[in-house]
């Protein structure tokens, strides 16, 4: 803790990844976000036969009052040679574990440091798990004589934080958290927790959750739990239970001190966090809204701040006409206090447009946050026509997001509320701050090109995922190859095109691949363009700039030296 009337330490998130429904990365969430999208589809064939389950009727035994939920496109897919992983040992992986492990390379990746380059160092991995949907259909399926040993390593919870020290080599904490739809909030405070006692210097933190099996959505749909529509109507007066989706996000977390002395580029602040239990509620899985009062005024508390200072509330808001108006109340009773006269505190949730993640629900919000904060804007919560009655809102200093609303830069900085309650009682409360100003400046001026820079080239595949055992080919042999892809360091494409500089480039034939090969193109002053080209059109017969470059939505690394091994270019 800090010390008596000081705010607690800052900590900077430095990157990001995600894959939600409807979105394949980060950059493709905050299109839904943005354009007001509902990602909530029909449960897939390939996960059960909807009709054989749906019954309209939650009571029926055996069936599920929903046909609905948020999906991730191929989520058992997985480039195992990548990772240095048989076939044998991924048949095995629950596919939250690979979920987990790409997405935590990606976000390190996004963090501008290649992955292969914290090997040794004290980074701290925090996944926050729930569900065992795998376990369920391996113990099923399989007979006593077939189960092995990479069954355990495979559908533990704890394998799958420590699977991804194991495979970055990273000596920091590995721990898995499941508090439930909490989970991953808790994990993001226990990470900052780890950073400020200095038990790691660097922290990835985030989530996963996957549907594979009706099991789970039974279960809930024979505790009333789930909206028929599939639907989260959070806060409104037809709010009648949540919508599951599944997903997986990933931040990386630094020493707010340490990233700006190291020159990372900062998305977003964490300036507090705080988590606690309901207690003896009204039963166990009743929100005790006195508990999530505290939560809060405690994150704030650490924060250093007052109610007023926050703008925006990502709420829990899974859509229950229970949960719906206990938090709404207890959020007006700590963030209403002491505002303006019309400066109401803003509230709405992603899952009115993904659903509820529920082990992964708190990183989602966390990364719509932050995507609100760079884009500065706050996209329109959904499904929200009639305030619900059970809310005092006449009493209540809050006002839904009804439609997307500018959040500029302003001379203020601009913060954020992000909650968490898992239906165990355990609650979450993360306070998030624009970057700094001057973390700003200089990602700007970073911007231009450097004197030295790497351009990777890279095959992209469409869905983004290699089937378990499928070794990754070279681009010329590569069917599923759509397009090149022009990845830059700290720059985007268009500037390097029109500049000359020295360079040199990587060509990946699959994004995955641990061990990149670098092309040397050329360590002289010459034409980007035509040099690129030329190369290209040797090697891959032709390349088409209208059609393959773009502002790159994946950065590689992000150092202006070519020599101190981040790219493997030794």
Same mark, same amino acid.
């Given at each position: 803790m800090a010390s008596e009337g000081q705010p607690a330490p800052s900590f900077a998130i430095v990157g990001y990844a995600a894959r939600f429904p409807g979105a394949a990365d980060a950059d493709e969430f905050w299109d839904v976000l943005r354009e007001g999208r509902d990602a909530i589809s029909e449960v897939p064939a390939d996960r059960w036969d909807v009709d054989e389950f749906f019954d309209p009727d939650p009571d029926t035994p055996g069936k599920i009052a929903t046909r609905r939920a948020g999906f991730v496109?191929?989520?058992?897919?997985?480039?195992?040679?990548?990772? =240095?992983?048989?076939t044998r040992e991924v048949r095995m992986l629950d596919p939250q574990h690979r979920l987990l492990l790409e997405t935590a390379w990606r976000a390190v990746e996004h963090?501008?440091?290649?992955?292969?380059? #914290?090997?040794?160092?004290?980074t701290g991995v925090f996944v926050g798990l729930a569900t065992h949907d795998y376990l369920g259909m391996a113990s099923g399926d399989l007979t006593f004589p077939e189960i092995e040993a990479y069954m355990a390593i495979g559908t533990s919870n704890a394998a799958a934080a420590g699977r991804i020290s194991f495979r970055l080599g990273?000596?920091?904490?590995?721990?898995?958290?499941?508090?439930?739809?909490?989970?991953?909030?808790?994990?993001?405070?226990?990470?900052?927790?780890?950073?400020? /006692? =200095?038990?790691?210097?660097?922290?990835?933190?985030?989530?996963? &959750?996957?549907?594979?099996?009706?099991?789970?959505?039974?279960?809930?749909?024979?505790?009333?739990?789930l909206a028929p529509d599939g639907r989260c109507k959070t806060f409104d007066a037809a709010a009648d239970g949540y919508v599951r989706g599944e997903g997986c996000g990933v931040i990386v977390i630094k020493r707010l001190e340490d990233a700006i002395n190291d020159g990372d580029r900062i998305r977003a602040v964490i300036r507090g966090s705080a988590i606690n239990q309901d207690g $003896?509620?009204?039963?166990?899985?009743?929100?005790?809204?006195?508990?999530?009062?505290?939560?809060?005024?405690?994150?704030?508390?650490?924060?250093?701040?007052?109610?007023?200072?926050?703008?925006?509330?990502?709420?829990?808001?899974?859509?229950?006409?229970? =949960?719906?108006?206990?938090?709404?109340? $207890?959020? +007006?009773?700590? /963030?209403?206090?002491?505002?303006?006269? +019309?400066d109401p505190l803003?509230?709405?949730? $992603?899952?009115? &447009?993904?659903?509820?993640?529920?082990?992964?629900?708190?990183?989602?919000?966390?990364?719509?946050?932050?995507?609100?904060?760079?884009?500065? #804007?706050?996209?329109?919560? /959904?499904?929200?026509?009639?305030?619900?009655p059970h809310i005092p809102w006449d009493r209540l200093a809050l006002q839904v997001v009804q439609e997307a609303t500018p959040w500029e830069r302003n001379g203020e900085a601009r913060i954020a509320g992000v909650s968490s309650f898992g239906f165990a009682g355990t609650n979450a409360h993360v306070i998030l701050e624009e970057?700094?100003?001057?973390?700003?400046?200089?990602?700007?001026? $970073?911007?231009?090109?450097?004197?030295?820079?790497? #351009?990777?080239?890279?095959?992209?595949?469409?869905? =983004?995922?290699v089937d378990p055992g499928r070794s990754p080919r070279i681009m010329q042999q590569h069917k599923g190859c759509q397009s090149m892809r022009l990845r830059l360091a700290r720059h985007q494409c268009a500037q390097l095109l029109d500049q000359p500089y020295s360079f040199v480039a990587q060509f990946v034939p699959n994004r995955r691949r641990a061990q990149r090969r670098p092309i040397p193109l050329g360590e002289h002053r010459v034409d980007a363009t035509e040099h690129v080209r030329r190369? #290209?059109?040797?090697?891959?017969g032709g390349w088409h700039p209208q059609r393959d470059v773009g502002v790159p939505d994946l950065v590689f690394g992000a150092r202006d030296s070519l020599t101190d091994g981040r790219f493997g270019l030794q």
């Open positions: 496109d191929d989520v058992t897919g997985f480039d195992a040679p990548f990772f =240095g992983m048989s963090s501008g440091t290649a992955p292969t380059a #914290l090997a040794d160092t004290n990273l000596q920091g904490p590995s721990v898995a958290v499941d508090t439930a739809c909490s989970s991953s909030l808790v994990a993001i405070h226990q990470a900052c927790q780890a950073l400020r /006692l =200095g038990e790691c210097d660097l922290a990835l933190a985030g989530g996963a &959750n996957v549907l594979l099996t009706p099991a789970t959505m039974i279960t809930f749909s024979s505790a009333h739990m $003896a509620s009204g039963g166990l899985t009743v929100p005790n809204g006195v508990a999530q009062q505290r939560v809060i005024a405690e994150a704030l508390k650490r924060s250093g701040l007052v109610a007023a200072d926050v703008d925006y509330l990502e709420a829990h808001g899974t859509g229950t006409s229970l =949960g719906d108006p206990i938090e709404a109340q $207890a959020a +007006g009773a700590v /963030l209403g206090e002491g505002r303006k006269a +019309g803003l509230i709405g949730s $992603a899952k009115t &447009n993904i659903g509820h993640l529920e082990a992964a629900a708190g990183i989602a919000g966390v990364i719509k946050v932050i995507l609100s904060l760079e884009n500065e #804007l706050l996209p329109a919560h /959904l499904n929200f026509q009639t305030p619900s970057a700094p100003a001057q973390a700003v400046q200089a990602a700007g001026d $970073a911007a231009g090109v450097p004197p030295a820079a790497v #351009l990777v080239l890279e095959c992209h595949q469409r869905p =983004g995922i190369a #290209l059109g040797e090697q891959f």
